[in-house]
């Protein structure tokens, strides 16, 4: 996020640093960087030791979600493949991830000096770099505490009630009736999606033999190019699902075979299943509308976060949804 949270500003979790992991640090700044979680930077005297990390964990469940999640990628690292997932034990919680504060669970990595992308791949080199560390991801036996996908979307229901209050003025931010009056052109159209979406999930299910150790967002924002090579981050996101949910992001415009050689090579299959990229292209466009439109139905300040997430939702996802629903009209 490019916002830091009033709660948890760097003074503070320079002392939670101390306290927990590293009685050393000396510094800590803010990280305006990615989306949904928050981060900062702490160093020693000299140069800097570790990347800190703040995950949301006040809606119910989600603390363990991300406890069993992060020790499946755990695991995953042990077996040797390029996780970067927390790795350091809280010194006062020597069985434990992180330390929860309040509403955020924290985290603490080594740093790695790495530059993250812009989202989309660059060329089939980049492509077929990430598709080969994904074909031994999708090779590999399930780790003990990975949890299964399940199908959604997620905040399906409160996107619907969302839809009912259309007619209503939205006000309380500045971007209440920009994000309003979008929904109302596809709005209606949505439950065609919806229907869509659950007969792919119900083919998706019938398959789970076939489900694999996923990544679930393998965008470039998810790499830190290296000079000793990319490797994947944020692994909140793993779950044992269809290979498509992390191929539709690698493979997707590719100019040529490098990249699906690259998965077959490393251990993942060439028959890749059209409708299960729809399916969680159809997951992942209503999901980001279902955020977007809780968070800007509701008290919002317009700050920087807030401006960004309402240009990808005018120019990113009201045009995605809209092929869909028009896509789905010509069926």
């Not at 510094?27 to 570790?50: E, K, M, T």
């Not at 590999?140 to 839809?163: C, D, K, M, Q």
Request: charged content about 25%; overall charge negative; proline content about 7%.
């Amino acid at each position: 996020m490019l916002v830091e949270p009033q709660e948890l500003v760097a003074g503070a979790v320079l002392g939670l640093i101390r306290e927990h992991w590293d009685h050393g640090a000396v510094s800590c700044a803010y990280l305006p960087h990615g989306a949904g979680a928050h981060h900062w930077v702490a160093s020693g005297r000299h140069q800097p030791r570790w990347f800190v990390t703040a995950d949301d964990v006040g809606v119910h469940g989600r603390l363990g979600e991300l406890l069993d999640t992060y020790a499946a990628a755990r695991e995953l690292a042990q077996r040797g493949h390029h996780v970067v997932v927390p790795t350091l034990t809280p010194e006062t919680e020597p069985h434990g991830v992180g330390v929860v504060v309040g509403a955020y669970l924290l985290t603490v990595t080594p740093y790695l000096e790495g530059e993250p992308g812009p989202g989309d791949y660059a060329d089939d080199n980049q492509r077929a770099l990430i598709a080969g560390a994904l074909g031994a991801l999708h090779a590999e036996r399930s780790p003990a505490r990975a949890r299964p996908w399940v199908p959604g979307p997620p905040l399906r229901a409160e996107l619907s009630a969302l839809l009912d209050r259309l007619d209503s003025p939205w006000t309380a931010g500045p971007f209440g009736e920009s994000v309003r009056t979008a929904l109302q052109r596809s709005g209606p159209e949505l439950g065609r999606l919806y229907r869509r979406f659950d007969q792919l999930a119900a083919r998706a299910r019938d398959a789970r033999d076939d489900w694999v150790p996923t990544h679930g967002e393998p965008h470039t924002r998810n790499v830190l190019w290296r000079l000793g090579g990319p490797v994947l981050v944020d692994w909140e996101s793993l779950r044992i699902a269809p290979r498509e949910r992390d191929l539709r992001t690698v493979l997707r415009d590719a100019d040529g075979a490098e990249p699906l050689s690259a998965y077959v090579a490393h251990g993942g299959t060439a028959d890749l299943d059209d409708d299960m990229v729809e399916l969680f292209d159809l997951e992942w466009w209503l999901w980001n509308m279902a955020i977007f439109a809780i968070r800007f139905s509701g008290p919002h300040d317009g700050d920087d976060d807030d401006e960004r997430f309402h240009n990808v939702f005018l120019e990113e996802v009201m045009p995605a949804v809209e092929g869909a629903v028009t896509k789905q009209t010509a069926r």
